[in-house]
C-alpha cells in the first residue's frame, strides 16, 4: 500500500507479478482442466466466501468460455439472496460445504477450482478436502498472505487450522494483501480500494486460455461457448447446452 501511487500502477503491479511468478502454475492449471475437459469430465468452480463467488461466475456460461464448467454457487448466492451477513455465517460453519459439494457430484477425474481471497475459512478448507476426498484434481486460488498471516487461533480458521494453499494439489497465489484493500490517503484511518477483483478476473482468463491452448495442440476441439448476440451464435451454443445440460445443474 502506498498513497504515492494511484490504484491503476498497484493494479499493473499485481498483475505483472502474477504474470511472472504464476505462469508456470497456469499452464499447470490448463493441462489439468483441458485433461478432464477431454476425458469428457467437468471442470467444478467454487467461490467459498463473499465476492469469491465472483472469479467462479465469471467462468460459467460465458460468450469465449469454456461450456464443461459446473458453477456452485452456494456461498456466494447466500451473500447476494439470503443476506450478506446470513451468508458470512454460513462460510464459517464447519460441515456446511462438504454437502455442497455432494450435491453437485463433484468426481473422480473431474477439476474443482477453489476460489477464497483468504484460504482458511470453513467453507474453503471443507471444500477442499471434500474434492479431494471425491478424487478431483483441486486447484485453488488464494493470497499467501492471508494465510501466513493469520494467527492459527483466529475465529475464523477452520477448526483443522489448515491453509488453502497447503491442500490443493495446485495453488495459485493472487497475492492477496491482508485486508485486500490497497489505497490509503490521509485524513482516512483505514485502507480501502480492494485489489482481488482485479487479479482474479486476470487469473481466471489466464488458466482458460492455457486450456484451451492445450486442448488445442493436442488437436482436441475445447467446447467453448460463442456469444448469443453473434450470427450463429444460439445454433452453435445449442449443441453444447445440450451435451451438459443434465449433468450442469445450473445450466
Known sequence: MAMSKTFFEICIEFLEKIEKEQADNFKKAGKAMGDAIMADKLVHVIGTGGHTHLPAYDLFYRAGGLAAISFIPAIGALYGVAGATHGMRIERTPGYMNRVIDYYRVAKGDVAIVFNNIGVNAATIDAALECKKKEAYTIGVAGAPWMKGIPKDHFTRHPSKKNLMDIVDLFIDDYNPIGDSVIEIDGF???????????????????????????????????????????????????LIDKYFNRIKQL
Open 189 to 239: 484511518d483505514r485502507p480501502f480500494a480492494p485489489i482481488s477483483g482485479v487479479t482474479d478476473s486476470f487469473i481466471v482468463r489466464r488458466m482458460e486460455i492455457e486450456a484451451v491452448k492445450y486442448m488445442v495442440s493436442k488437436g482436441f476441439e475445447p467446447p467453448v461457448y460463442m456469444s448469443a448476440n453473434c450470427v450463429g451464435g444460439d445454433e452453435a451454443n445449442e449443441k
